[in-house]
């Protein structure tokens, strides 16, 4: 039986208020805007000689452009996701430096970007990879998801999170 309470029940997320959740979700946002904006800038700069893995890279971009609005909707489900995916990418990332470097030669088709400089963004991107991966596996410990529910009415003394 439930025990009956006086008031309209609050529901609160106490790790929500703190500081370091907070920043940990700023955090993750940027990483993954900031990894969907270099994506694309690869696919972009290099589209006339990708092969094959454009429709992946797209939808990779619009992966992680989701999961950037509900991070910062403080859903934390999708953050092993996000650590999951970024290994992915940070594993395709360690594969196309050397790819990108071995086309900067006169006698590979150009692309929008010169190879060097993609073979660059590429680098910056496996380097982002692993700490959005680091980052992900720290806010998903931060816990987000604890709810505490207060009856105010039964507590004439409460003072809400985050005043």
Wanted: proline share 4%.
């Amino acid at each position: 039986m439930k025990p009956h309470h006086e008031g309209q029940m609050i529901i609160e997320h106490p790790n929500r208020a703190k500081a370091s959740s907070k920043t940990s979700r700023l955090i993750m946002v940027l990483l993954l805007l900031g990894s969907a904006g270099l994506i694309g800038l690869i696919i972009i700069g290099g589209w006339s000689v990708l092969m094959g893995m454009k429709i992946i890279a797209i939808g990779w971009v619009l992966l992680y452009l989701l999961f950037a609005f509900y991070v910062a909707r403080w859903n934390r489900g999708v953050l092993p996701v996000v650590a999951a995916l970024s290994i992915i990418m940070l594993i395709f990332a360690v594969i196309a430096v050397p790819t990108w470097v071995d086309r900067d030669s006169a006698s590979y088709a150009s692309s929008a970007l010169s190879a060097g400089l993609l073979a660059t963004l590429t680098a910056i991107l496996v380097a982002l990879q692993a700490v959005m991966c680091v980052f992900a596996m720290h806010a998903f410990n931060q816990q987000w998801n604890v709810e505490v529910e207060h009856y105010p009415a039964e507590e004439p003394d409460y003072v809400p999170l985050g005043v």
